[in-house]
């Protein structure tokens, strides 16, 4: 079957770093997202990785190994409004988006 | 306006009622989808739209039942549901259905059903 990990809940300070991992197990690869949703809200394209390596933006940074079926989210200088649940979604050999759970990401000042 | 909208926000029903959704995307979107979101799980694609044309259904029950009638508006007609489909249902629009194309979101309706 097909499989999306992701950490249930993470907690972190104001101005800190959080690295938020995935880890999948998909029939084929066609591209890794990560989302930000706040609770009540829709989801938020963040970024897009469909090679290997460090994508940056801003204070956000991607990273995509396809080896390793890993990825992660990087979060510099946290802000409260940091505060969110970040999704993981997968496109398989069929160009199905499989997502995570979700992260559920804690901001404490 | 602009994004993708969804009316209306909230809605309780009864098991017998008949209602329906709405999104309406003004971003000049060839694809539509609908998907459900349910607390801490995965969110569960329910249906896609590409150029009004039904590419996908995912095994949805047949008191979920879909309508395109042009590119920037998806309706989700309900009728006899049960209490375990209360959940958020989330519609997305996306340029294209090809992998590399982001998803834009509606804000959700939150179904309660009794």
């Known amino acids: 079957g097909q499989n999306i990990d992701q950490p249930t809940e993470m907690t972190a300070t104001e101005g800190a770093i959080v690295q938020i991992n995935c880890t999948y197990q998909?029939?084929?690869?066609?591209?890794l997202f990560w989302y930000q949703q706040h609770a009540g809200e829709a989801p938020t394209f963040l970024s897009y990785n469909v090679l290997d390596g460090l994508e940056e933006k801003g204070r956000f940074s991607s990273f995509l190994s396809r080896s390793k079926g890993y990825s992660y989210l990087l979060l510099k200088e946290l802000q409260m409004k940091d505060s969110a649940s970040y999704l993981c979604a997968v496109r398989d050999s069929n160009y199905q988006l499989i997502w995570g759970a979700g992260t559920k990401l804690i901001i404490k000042p | 306006e602009t994004g993708v909208t969804q009316t209306p926000r909230h809605l309780v029903m009864g098991m017998t009622n008949k209602k329906s959704l709405k999104c309406e995307q003004h971003?000049?979107?060839?694809?539509m989808y609908w998907y459900k979101q349910s607390a801490k799980k995965p969110l569960e694609l329910m249906f896609v739209?590409?150029?009004?044309?039904?590419?996908e259904n995912n095994s949805v029950p047949s008191r979920f039942s879909p309508e395109c009638p042009n590119s920037s508006h998806l309706f989700l007609h309900l009728h006899t549901l049960q209490p375990e489909d209360s959940a958020l249902y989330l519609c997305a629009s996306s340029l294209r259905t090809e992998p590399s194309y982001e998803q834009y979101f509606g804000p959700g309706t939150r179904l309660t059903v009794t």
């Open positions: 998909t029939s084929g690869f066609n591209g």
């Open positions: 739209y590409s150029l009004e044309e039904r590419v």
């Open positions: 971003l000049g979107h060839n694809a």
